[in-house]
């Protein structure tokens, strides 16, 4: 079961999906501004087994980046915008017996996306992007025995279990993600509610993962704002994906999370807390235990470059 778990999480690229500049949207249309930038930290803890069975807790800190510029103006309501996103994963704990500290950078998705504003309150995108797999460099070692293993490495592809195995690509090796997306936002001064969906294929390139892996996704939020410092609301998303396993065992997982948020906006600057809670369970979670959740921290500021 651990190694078959194990499998399946350094499999996750292929969940080749894509989102808009934030990750998981929880709003960033602004009414006054066409780009954003946004520093994020995610933290976990929890307690699972290690490679040799042994139950130990550690902790997870994901920092990530994330940039959309609004480059070029084709219209007065049409133009094309550039993403780029980075994460990398930083982990805590105790590993085959061994107290260990591990940080390893993750990979680097770039994209460009049209958008759409058919009215001032509503717009819509659609793209394509490209997943840099940065993290086929590290050689991961053999799982046998444990101790060949890159611990790091091990632990890098759990950092997308506690958001709900959002943007997985990011933080997995094996494959060459190809990206296509599309979302739409609707903004009142006082509401506001989107959705954004994904469907992509990930390209095998490492020897030891075979076939094309094929992944959809599907975030839908809204909220309030009682004043115009202050948003709430909840994101509901759910994640499938089948990893392309060519042994012909059912290879497909789904996850299903929901996002309670709150965020502070002062004139183009934004802080925000995201909770993660998963509902379904499956056995990519038997690695990091029984918790099932994380705590996102993000800052920002909406800008304009064109």
């Avoid at 997943?131 to 592809?157: E, R």
């Avoid at 990206?179 to 490492?206: C, I, N, S, T």
């Amino acid at each position: 079961m651990l190694r078959t778990s194990l499998a399946v999480l350094l499999s996750l690229a292929s969940l080749v999906l894509v989102v808009p500049a934030s990750a998981q949207s929880t709003g960033e249309y602004s009414l006054t501004s066409s780009s954003r930038f946004t520093l994020d930290l995610g933290f976990y803890y929890g307690e699972g087994p290690d490679l040799i069975g042994q139950r130990h807790g550690r902790a997870l800190l994901v920092p990530s980046l994330a940039i959309n510029a609004d480059v070029f103006a084709i219209s007065d309501d049409v133009s094309l915008s550039i993403d780029v996103q980075f994460r990398s994963v930083a982990s805590f704990g105790r590993w085959v017996l061994e107290d260990r500290t591990d940080f390893r950078a993750g990979n680097l998705h770039g994209g460009v996306r049209v958008a759409v504003r058919p009215m001032r309150e509503l717009r819509v995108r659609g793209g394509f992007g490209v997943v840099g797999p940065l993290m086929n460099v590290y050689d991961a070692g053999s799982l046998i025995p444990p101790v060949a293993a890159d611990f790091a490495i091990i632990q890098v592809p759990l950092s997308a279990l506690p958001n709900g195995a959002w943007d997985p690509w990011m933080v997995s090796r094996g494959y060459v993600p190809l990206v296509f997306r599309v979302d739409a936002e609707y903004r009142q001064d006082w509401l506001f509610f989107g959705g954004e969906a994904a469907l992509g294929v990930g390209v095998p390139v490492l020897e030891g993962y075979e076939g094309v892996a094929i992944g959809a996704q599907l975030g839908l939020w809204g909220g309030v704002r009682p004043i115009p410092e202050l948003a709430a609301g909840l994101r509901v998303q759910t994640v499938m994906y089948d990893e392309g396993r060519s042994s012909g065992d059912p290879s497909a997982v789904g996850f299903f999370t929901l996002v309670p948020f709150v965020r502070g906006e002062l004139n183009d600057v934004f802080l925000e807390s995201r909770f993660f809670v998963n509902v379904v369970d499956n056995t990519a979670y038997d690695t990091i235990g029984e918790k099932a959740w994380g705590l996102y921290l993000l800052i920002g500021s909406d800008f304009d470059v064109r």
